[in-house]
């Protein structure tokens, strides 16, 4: 378990969150990971007020609004500042998914935390290039979840 973020480190903003590495293909094999994946999330938070299935993600409002995508293969990273009060409220969720998420891909998901001196396995500029392909109309989902 993490210790608390001292106040005075706070104002610098630590982000914490999982990478997929290798990221996932669009192969029939990781589609069915992936929508089990999803499956599960929305399993465990159907009811969460802050979680929000939207048309081609999932978001959780708390932080920096994480998401995660319909489809996997543009999946990259899953992740939030959590320092500061009105965002520290991300931490959990980011580690229950990444749980999640862990047991379904194993070590291809690794957990980072920047306060921790670990800044996950991608750039910034190619994490926010996936987050950008996530409303991307090209390769809609082939599969369709279980909730809607």
């Known amino acids: 378990m993490i210790a608390p973020i001292p106040q005075y480190l706070s104002t610098m ?3 914490c969150g999982f990478d997929m590495f290798p ?3 669009e192969s029939d094999s990781d589609k ?3 929508l089990a994946f999803i499956n599960e999330i ?3 938070y159907n009811r969460d007020p802050v979680f929000q299935v939207q048309p081609r993600v999932i978001s959780f409002q708390v932080g ?6 319909f489809e996997g293969h543009k999946f990259l990273r899953f992740s939030s500042k959590v320092s500061g009060s009105r965002i520290a409220a991300a931490e959990p969720y980011i580690r229950r998914v990444y749980r999640v998420a862990r047991v379904i891909f194993g070590q291809q998901v690794q957990l980072w935390h920047e306060l921790r001196d670990n ?3 991608y750039d910034w500029d190619a994490v ?3 987050i950008e392909s996530y409303n ?3 390769g809609l989902p082939t599969f369709h979840t279980s909730f809607s």
């Not at 920096?64 to 995508?69: D, R």
Request: proline share 7%; charged share 30%; glycine share 8%.
């Open 64 to 69: 920096e609004h994480p998401q995660l995508p």
């Open 128 to 130: 926010n290039k996936s």
């Open 136 to 138: 991307d109309s090209v």
């Open 13 to 15: 903003g630590f982000d």
């Open 32 to 34: 069915s990971r992936w």
């Open 119 to 121: 800044y996950g396995y």
């Open 42 to 44: 929305k399993e465990i």
């Open 23 to 25: 990221r996932l293909t």
